[in-house]
């Protein structure tokens, strides 16, 4: 029997917020363990919560660039469950009214355009992180309580693991370039929990579906579900049916694995939050913050396209980040935008990973990248000394005209100074100018290559090949 695979997403992204969502300690990561924690936080007796306004801000962005209808009467509930790393014995989250409903992202597919539905976003609070030490002993650090979530819920509209991926990839991308996330997925700020089933091809009904948790890396997303629909497929063809339960996908070995069964809503006791008032948000708050929202990468990769004349694939990876995108638009201004896109693609992006710099580096400035791509285009210098010049802005920081200058670099455009080069050459190879005499076209390249050699590579090959040839008549 033919099985179909059936996917929802649950991808949870922190919020980039300096202070956590219900007291004003910092979020920042990689601190000392339980310095950035107070009453709020942790939950002591008594300690109120108050809204971060921020993070209600960015919560309300995210849904507005994900195509979603804002809650504008929407609450908080309490969801209650022990575990150690959540001291208060319950999580503020949403369940009944999420503030956000109804998105949508469309993904490309090898069968063309798909949308993928988002069924809600919610807003949460972080819990603490257990630390297994090497001690053998498991150490808790609450500084991650309180940091702000997301959680956007889609639809089981996937059906593959590239289609999963793909989605990732371009809502990392929209959270990124609103300012709703810093998307880290190696610090934990967008984690996606995956839910899968299998069913017959033809059927209508879905199948019991799996949960596994945290994935942290789209490479860990793939495999997971191809993993997991290969073992449900084969549990059903040995006649067993699925358990609806939550499983951990273990990385170092690729497999996932039984942690509890499915619980329900009901098993939270969920109920209203009594510590923060039902949040309303009027229509202009919900204006404002749509007036201010930051150009698409989607819209960006067309607006390159059309006002750059740069092709399709070259838009798609220069607008993978805001910072790509922005060091792209501040060089095209000063040179030529096709080329611009072609250098960063190519030797830009070679030569900074090959040092580990990311584009936020601010080591090349678009001024200096525009100058080496200008002296190129005129034929001032050759492109193999183009690119050495880049390579000597990123490791001693030199001035692109300047070193060019200094280090005569500059391409022979004269003939004055060509020509004695070239009869120099002539001169010291008489056999190579017989041999070519005598009807050997290699002898040609040779002696064209004694001579780019006498100039460093700074000689135009066509003149210097023109030159030449009339030499040799
Ligand atoms: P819960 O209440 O347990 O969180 P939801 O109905 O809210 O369950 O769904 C959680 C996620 O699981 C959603 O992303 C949804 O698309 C996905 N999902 C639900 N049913 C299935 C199924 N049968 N197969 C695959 N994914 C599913
Ligand atoms: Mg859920
Ligand atoms: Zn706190």
Known sequence: MNYQTVIGLEIHAELLTASKIFCSCSTAFGSKPNTQICEVCIGLPGALPVLNEKAVRLAVTAGLALGCEITENCRFDRKNYFYPDLPKGYQISQLYL????????????????KEIRIREIHMEEDAGKLIHGKDGETHIDYNRCGVPLIEIVTEPDFS????AVAFLTELKKILLFTGVSDCKMEEGSLRADVNLSVKPENSEALGTRTEMKNLSSFRAVQKAIIYESERQIKELEHGNSIIQQTRRWDEDRNVSLP???????????????????????????????????????????????????????????????????EFYEKTAALSDPSQTAKW??????????????????????????AEIINMVTLGKISRSTGRDVLAKVLDDKVKPSEYVEENGLLLIDSADELLPLIKDVIGKNEKAVLQYKNGKENALHYLLGQIMKATKGRAKINEVRDVLKELLK
Do not use: W
């Open 98 to 113: 999420p503030i956000c409903k109804n998105g949508h992202i469309e993904i490309d597919t090898d069968a063309g355009k």
């Open 160 to 163: 593959s693991a590239e289609e």
């Open 259 to 325: 942690m509890r069964t499915k619980e329900e809503a009901n098993d939270y006791k969920y109920f209203p939050e009594p510590d923060i008032p039902p949040l309303v948000l009027s229509k202009e708050y919900i204006e404002e913050i749509r007036k201010n929202i930051p150009e698409l990468p989607s819209q960006k990769k067309e607006r390159f396209i059309a006002e750059y004349g740069i092709t399709e694939y070259e838009a798609l990876v220069i607008t993978d980040s805001p910072a790509m995108s």
């Open 344 to 369: 960063i693609i190519g030797e830009v992006s070679g030569m900074f990973a090959e040092r580990g710099l990311s584009p936020e580096d601010s080591r090349l400035i678009p001024s200096d990248l």
